[in-house]
């Protein structure tokens, strides 16, 4: 199984050269003031022209209104739109059609009950992509937290088989995320930086590569701290 993946919340050149010579699938750009991954418009639109047709450019927004969704599609012209707000479902498709760009809909899985109402974006959203709630309630970021949730849910469960897996993975457990999960794409932001909001070439390209088995990886966690926060 070929799997996809995806470097979320890249803000300089270096890391967006990083993920594509690594042989990642997406990149994503996040627009969201509060997150240390936040980058302008003018600082996105920069990079997805040096990342046009060579990888697929993802716009991550939390809750946008219709004129910050105009502006990225008339400077950026993402690939994607990452909806990782409260947009219910009649919004996702008014999303989809008014920016012209395929729609990921992040869902937070808190428990088995949240993947399958998750079902009714499945008309309106290209990919549904499943993430961890924020470790404390109010917490202002909501995603990008390094947390995870029990990925065996999602074997159980068994959404849509194009889903997307995200949440506290990292390039030592990625692969066991994926076994366990069955997720056929994952996306990852903390668990390839150094800092916050400051992505590690190293880590992206070991991402890359553990996750789509091009080598072999430390051995994975025990199963009683398979899910701790990374």
């Known amino acids: 199984m070929t799997v996809s993946v995806k470097i979320c919340g890249l803000s300089t050149e270096d890391t967006l050269e990083a993920a594509i010579g690594a042989g990642a699938d997406y990149v994503g750009l996040v627009?969201?003031?509060?997150?240390?991954?936040?980058?302008?418009?003018?600082?996105?639109?920069?990079?997805?022209?040096?990342?046009?047709?060579?990888?697929?450019?993802?716009?991550?927004?939390?809750?946008?209104?219709?004129?910050?969704?105009?502006a990225i599609r008339e400077r950026v012209a993402p690939d994607f739109l990452q909806l990782h707000g409260h947009e219910g479902v009649e919004r996702v498709a008014d999303i989809r059609r008014r920016v012209g760009a395929r729609?990921?809909?992040?869902?937070?899985?808190?428990?088995?009950?949240?993947?399958?109402?998750?079902?009714?974006?499945?008309?309106?959203?290209?990919?549904?992509?499943?993430?961890?709630?924020?470790p404390r309630a109010g917490d202002a970021l909501p995603g990008g937290n390094g947390v995870s949730f029990d990925w065996t849910w999602l074997a159980t469960a068994q959404p849509r088989p194009d889903f997307m897996l995200s949440g506290g993975l990292d390039p030592d457990n990625v692969r066991l995320a994926i076994a366990t999960s069955?997720?056929?794409?994952?996306?990852?932001?903390?668990?390839?930086?150094?800092?916050?909001?400051?992505?590690?070439?190293d880590l992206v390209a070991r991402f890359v590569r553990a996750a789509k088995h091009l080598e072999q990886v430390a051995a994975p966690a025990a199963e009683e701290d398979r899910h701790e926060p990374r």
């Open 103 to 134: 729609v990921i809909k992040a869902v937070k899985v808190g428990s088995p009950a949240d993947i399958e109402a998750a079902r009714i974006f499945e008309p309106a959203a290209d990919i549904v992509l499943f993430d961890a709630p924020p």
């Open 31 to 70: 627009f969201f003031p509060r997150s240390p991954r936040h980058v302008s418009l003018d600082r996105a639109a920069s990079l997805a022209e040096a990342a046009r047709g060579r990888i697929a450019i993802v716009a991550l927004t939390v809750d946008a209104d219709n004129a910050l969704l105009e």
């Open 182 to 201: 069955g997720a056929r794409s994952v996306d990852v932001s903390s668990g390839v930086e150094r800092a916050p909001g400051v992505k590690d070439p």
